[in-house]
């Protein structure tokens, strides 16, 4: 982990019209976090948890602010530069899996590089994550066939095929139990360890968010205590 920041954000604002109210999502945030590191984001809904995860993830535009992603300027790029992003520098995972029912795991994971423009044979790099989440044994399963802590451990192996600089999990563990949830955050915190991966996990629960190595409390659309958060 290095001090340079991957992630900046200043004055980050977005508001929502609903006929003739404003919803204020996000009330002018203010973070870093650096190369390497492994950041929780916790707090309650409609905390503005997941409108950050939309925003940071180039999914939804910012009312107002800056966002630099891996020297990246988000609120400048065009809709195209902003697709390459998603493509190349950030990697998602998402609550509910988004497996494709007809694919086997593999083919999952390896729609994620055709996608990317990927070509040819998957490297070394890819065999050691694939061992690392442990799921060698169930690459021609399809989705039906796992359980919920493989289809989200081969849901993190489809994040992090195209080897993204940035990765962002939106309640990873929501639909696991204890069990596997254990599980998967700590497959989190080991890939973030072996292979320096930044990662930004959104969440609702303390326990979860204790695997990071810091944690950022938001709370109506706030940071808390209010500040810089580093």
Do not use: C, W
């Not at 604002?13 to 203010?30: E, F, P, S, T, W």
């Not at 989440?133 to 989705?143: A, D, F, Q, T, V």
């Amino acid at each position: 982990m290095t001090d340079s920041p991957i992630i900046s954000v200043r004055d980050l604002r977005k508001i929502y019209h609903a006929g003739d109210v404003d919803v204020h999502a996000l009330r002018g945030l203010d973070f870093d976090i650096r190369r390497g590191e492994f950041v929780s984001v916790i707090g309650p809904s409609g905390s503005g948890k997941s409108t950050l995860f939309h925003i940071l993830g180039g999914l939804t535009p910012p009312s107002a602010g800056s966002i630099v992603l891996d020297g990246n300027d988000l609120v400048r790029m065009s809709d195209a530069g902003r697709t390459r992003l998603r493509k190349k520098t950030v990697g998602f995972v998402f609550q509910k899996y988004n497996l494709l029912p007809t694919l086997t795991a593999l083919g999952n994971i390896e729609i994620a590089r055709y996608i990317a423009g990927e070509r040819g044979p998957v490297g070394p790099e890819f065999e050691r994550l694939i061992d690392l989440l442990g799921i060698r044994s169930r690459l021609n399963h399809k989705p039906r066939s796992l359980s919920g802590g493989e289809q989200q451990r081969v849901a993190i192996a489809r994040a992090l095929v195209n080897r993204p600089a940035i990765v962002l999990a939106d309640e990873p563990t929501g639909n696991l139990d204890t069990e596997n949830s254990m599980a998967v955050l700590s497959v989190l915190r080991d890939l973030n360890k072996r292979l320096g991966q930044t990662i930004l996990m959104i969440t609702h629960n303390p326990e979860a968010a204790a695997y990071g190595d810091r944690v950022i409390h938001m709370r109506d659309g706030r940071i808390e205590p209010p500040g810089l958060a580093v």
